[in-house]
Each structure stands twice: as structure tokens, then as C-alpha cells.
């Protein structure tokens, strides 16, 4: 081995690569507690909470306590929860209590008034979305003429797979619909003065419908695939055409 490997270059290079071995565990560790609830709980509690009350609360099998103290030091860890510890009482144990940030208020319905992106947490983290990826490798060595990995792995491109999946389009919209309410309080003035708008491949018009309902001057429109804007109605403040936008 070459002489400028010493010992703590090579321990912060192994460092760095169980960094990026490992970083995935976030993620899915991020997608088990919007699948779980743990969030809404939380909410629900008033304030910091036990594992055990957590246990109780989702109605999870006692036996599953010690794997959920360590999921939630985890979730802790990655700054998705706080962590404190109570003190013990009379003859009993410290108990660690896991407590709301602004990153998991994000993930509760109605809180502070503002909505839940955990329908875009499932939507981006669903199997059809990271399945893919675990195949890139055998997808650069084939000369098959397929386009993208997601293409090989599910038989069609990414619009055709997820443009007949509500999850997805709900997820898509909630986070259009977040994003939006803020760009609508913030910068409300780039929309004054306009008359019309059309939001391109704007799925089911979340965004394009908060801008409507917040300027009722500006005509908005939503050009999207076919199977997307059908069935959505014809009645309301957004116009739907369909179409693509290649």
C-alpha cells in the first residue's frame, strides 16, 4: 500500500464508506414511521413521548418495544425526532421521550395549518420508486436498448408506470399543494397582472388550483397525460388538457 495511507486517512476512509453503505437506513427508517403513524401519535400525545406509550398508541405487539427504541434513536439520530430523558420514578427507569422537530411537523395532518407531506414521503419511497435503483449496475451492462433502469424493471417508462398509480399522483400533489400555499403567501406578487397560466405535466392541478383559488383573475390550466386528467372534474377552477408535454 502506498505510504501516504496511514492509519487515520484509512479509518476516515472507512468512515466515509459505511456513510454511504449505510444511508439508505435513514430513508427506510424515515418510511416505517409514516407507514407506523409515529408522527400523527406523537401529535396526538400533546407533547414528548415514551416508546412504551408509543407501543400503545399504534397498537403494535408488545414483543416489538426494544426494536422500536432503536428505530426511534435512530429517527433521533437523523434529526426527524427529539430525544430527551425523563427523569426515573419512585423505583423505576429513565425512559427516553421522542418529541415533534419541524421536519416531522411536516408529516402530520393539520399541524400548525399546514399539510401532510407524508403521502409524498410513501409516493417517492414505494418499492416502484427504489426498486430501480438497486438494478443500475445490470442495467449499464446490457445492450438492450432499454432507456432507463425503471424501464427495465417495470417494462414501461416512469410516466406510463406511475401516471395509473393514485398513491403517486396524491404524493406528488401534496407536495405541490405544500410547496404552493408557501409561493402563494411569499410570492403572491409575480401572479398579479396576469391573466392566464398553463401548468405543464401539473398532474392533478394541485398547484394550478391553489394559484386559482388565490387569484381568482388568473385563467389556469393543467396539460397532462391522458389517463391522469381523466375522471378529474370539469367543473372547477382548473382546466384540464390532455396531452403531452414532449
Not at 407533547?47 to 414483543?63: C, E, H, I, M
Not at 427523569?87 to 416531522?104: I, V
Not at 404524493?171 to 403567501?185: K, L, N, Q, T
Not at 411569499?186 to 397560466?197: A, D, E, I, Q, W
Request: one cysteine or more; glycine letters at 10%; charged letters at 20%.
Amino acid at each position: 500500500m502506498e505510504q501516504y495511507w496511514d492509519d487515520d486517512l484509512l479509518i476516515a476512509a472507512q468512515s466515509d464508506l459505511w456513510n454511504h453503505l449505510f444511508v439508505f437506513l435513514k430513508s427506510m427508517s424515515l418510511k416505517c414511521a409514516v407507514e407506523l403513524g409515529i408522527p400523527d401519535a406523537i401529535h396526538r400525545h400533546g407533547g414528548p413521548t415514551s416508546v412504551p406509550d408509543l407501543v400503545a398508541a399504534l397498537n403494535l405487539p408488545a414483543a416489538r418495544l426494544p426494536q422500536l427504541r432503536r428505530l426511534m434513536r435512530m429517527l433521533a439520530f437523523s434529526r426527524i425526532f427529539t430525544r430527551q430523558t425523563s427523569e426515573a420514578a419512585a423505583g423505576g427507569e429513565e425512559e427516553d421521550l421522542y418529541g415533534l422537530t419541524p421536519t416531522s411537523r411536516l408529516l402530520v395532518d393539520d399541524a400548525g395549518g399546514h399539510r401532510s407531506l407524508a403521502p409524498f414521503v410513501r409516493a417517492i419511497l414505494d418499492p416502484v420508486q427504489t426498486v430501480p435503483s438497486l438494478h443500475v449496475g445490470d442495467w449499464f451492462k446490457a445492450a438492450d436498448g432499454i432507456v432507463t433502469p425503471f424501464e427495465a424493471v417495470h417494462g414501461e417508462d416512469f410516466w406510463g408506470v406511475t401516471s395509473c398509480n393514485p398513491e403517486f399522483n396524491e404524493g406528488i400533489a401534496a407536495d405541490g399543494r405544500f410547496i404552493m400555499d408557501v409561493v402563494v403567501r411569499k410570492c403572491g406578487h409575480v401572479f398579479r397582472g396576469l391573466r392566464s397560466l398553463v401548468d405543464v405535466g401539473g398532474g392533478t392541478g394541485a398547484a394550478a388550483r391553489a394559484i386559482a383559488e388565490a387569484f381568482p383573475h388568473v385563467k389556469c390550466a393543467v396539460l397532462e397525460l391522458p389517463q391522469v386528467v381523466q375522471g378529474l372534474p370539469a367543473d372547477g377552477p382548473v382546466e384540464f388538457v390532455a396531452g403531452s408535454m414532449f
